[in-house]
């Protein structure tokens, strides 16, 4: 089993910055793709960007060139640097993590882009 705890979201101005962190623990050796799915109100859930143990990275098309994702294999935790955020990034992040068995999820952090 893994478990994934996400920090970082919060209210934040439009044009401005955050940091996503997602830390994992149990058998977080096992992990072999981390990434982040959002889901805004009414709208289905997305990915946003992800990462592979080898560090090969994929972005949504909406956040390529704003969004970084970046992992740190000795704390088994993954970030996503956010910036130029705007208001249609508004959404809950939801962490991902995937071994050979079973996709992971952790409970998910509001990230509100208002003025």
């Known amino acids: 089993q893994v478990q994934l705890v996400e920090s970082g979201g919060g209210l934040v101005q439009p044009g401005g910055s955050l940091r996503l962190s997602c830390a994992a623990s149990?058998?977080?050796?096992?992990?072999?793709?981390a990434g982040w799915y959002r889901q805004a109100p009414g709208k289905q859930r997305e990915l946003v960007a992800g990462i592979t143990t080898s560090g090969i990275t994929t972005y949504g098309d909406s956040v390529k060139g704003r969004f970084t994702i970046s992992r740190d294999n000795a704390k088994n935790t993954v970030y996503l640097q956010m910036n130029s955020l705007k208001p249609e990034d508004t959404a809950v992040y939801y962490c991902n993590a995937r071994t050979v068995t079973m996709a992971h999820w952790g409970q998910g952090t509001q990230v509100t882009v208002s003025s």
């Open positions: 149990g058998s977080a050796d096992r992990i072999y793709f």
